[in-house]
């Protein structure tokens, strides 16, 4: 492992200037072992080393002797030297019927290299494990309340900017006037921004929203209960009372969810119960300058982009990545050739003729729930770059 800190660096330098040479003076020892503690070594473990480089070969003895070590501390103290290779033990000797153990110093670049690529070793595994554990914390769902207007704003703020792929929104025009500029980052971004509001009165002129900047805006006559879903991770839902002035901002309350299932129930949510109910903002399409690629997570959103691409009579391609009915991990790249969308009979599904595959091989994609699509769909990049004839 190489050093990644400037500081690593210095100290590795200092440290090697200083172990090279053998005859390294008492009033010094403290300057090495502080860079040994810097590198990682415990302070046992720095004293047993710095005693063997000046020592030579010891036995546990003659260590525990001349670096005063504890003589309970000394096996485990080497063993972890030996542990990192910076120490070898010698073959076991005889003497008067006992074993006699002996312990030498690696030189000090091949010690300190050891010692990293140890520790780069250590720290793999670690992160192996802790992302286990987040794994199996992230598949539980969980509720946190989040009290004040103020504080739901933070947080609904917080998650647009958290945002990898989409957004959904339901949200009123007060509300989305304090996100504003969150949201317009986020769609300079490429983030995918689906959203429903409410129908605009005349008192909500004053609002000034720009919904030109947005790839996808829709309104309703009475919003529903309003959310924000980031990506398919978290969503935040918050009562239609929250933003009204005769509301007082300190009593009021949202709740952050975090898991899959609650996410996922909210998303179908959105696009069965209100999108598809949803009139356009304006009476123009908001959708005529979509930029490519776009990944999506919804298939809903994604079944858009690929029609806005059909429609224009481009070609759509697509890279896949989800699992398939052996919920084994499976990524799939191909032409779009066509799309079966039907809000009645719950059909969403993208087909795909893979590349290098003949020409009546395809593939079909739905979503995270699907029963009867070839992969459920984690995410999806549509992308094109030809016209059709």
């Excluded at 199996?136 to 609904?156: D, L, P, R, T, V």
């Excluded at 699992?323 to 799309?339: H, R």
């Amino acid at each position: 492992m190489e050093p990644n800190t400037k500081k690593d660096i210095e100290a590795l330098d200092d440290l090697k200037k200083y172990l090279i040479s053998a005859n390294i003076q008492d009033d010094e020892n403290w300057r090495i072992r502080t860079l040994l503690n810097r590198l990682g070594l415990t302070k046992y473990e720095a004293e047993a080393y710095i005693g063997l480089v000046q020592g030579g070969t010891l036995t546990v003895k003659q260590l525990v002797q001349k670096t005063g070590i504890p003589q309970s501390r000394s096996y485990d103290t080497l063993g972890s030297l030996v542990k990192y290779g910076m120490v070898e033990q010698t073959p076991q000797i005889e003497k008067k019927g006992k074993q006699d153990k002996r312990f030498r110093a690696v030189g000090p670049d091949l010690a300190v290299h050891n010692l990293f690529s140890y520790f780069t070793y250590i720290k793999d595994e670690a992160i192996a494990e802790l992302q286990k554990i987040e794994a199996k914390k992230n598949k539980k769902s969980q509720i946190w309340e989040i009290f004040g207007k103020k504080n739901i704003i933070m947080a609904a703020k917080n998650l647009i900017k958290g945002t990898q792929f989409e957004i959904l929104i339901i949200a009123n025009l007060k509300m989305l006037k304090s996100l504003k500029e969150e949201l317009l980052e986020a769609e300079k971004r490429g983030i995918n921004i689906t959203c429903i509001t409410e129908q605009p009165k005349k008192s909500d002129q004053e609002v000034e929203i720009n919904w030109g900047e947005f790839f996808r805006i829709e309104k309703i006559i009475q919003i529903p209960m309003p959310f924000i879903i980031n990506d398919y991770k978290k969503a935040l839902v918050w009562g239609h009372e929250t933003f009204e002035q005769d509301v007082s901002s300190d009593y009021v309350v949202a709740q952050f969810i975090e898991g899959r299932e609650w996410v996922s129930t909210l998303a179908d949510n959105f696009f069965i119960t209100h999108w598809n109910l949803a009139k356009p903002f304006y009476p123009e399409n908001p959708k005529e300058n979509m930029i490519f690629p776009k990944t999506f997570v919804h298939i809903q959103t994604a079944l858009d982009g690929a029609k806005y691409l059909l429609n224009k009579k481009m070609i759509p391609y697509a890279d896949v990545v989800g699992t398939n009915s052996k919920k084994m991990s499976i990524s799939v790249s191909g032409e779009i050739v066509d799309i079966k969308e039907d809000w009645n009979e719950g059909i969403s599904t993208i087909i795909i003729r893979p590349n290098d595959s003949k020409k009546d091989v395809q593939v079909t994609v739905g979503g995270k729930y699907a029963a009867f699509e070839d992969i459920r769909m984690e995410k999806i990049t549509i992308n094109t770059m030809k016209e059709r004839n």
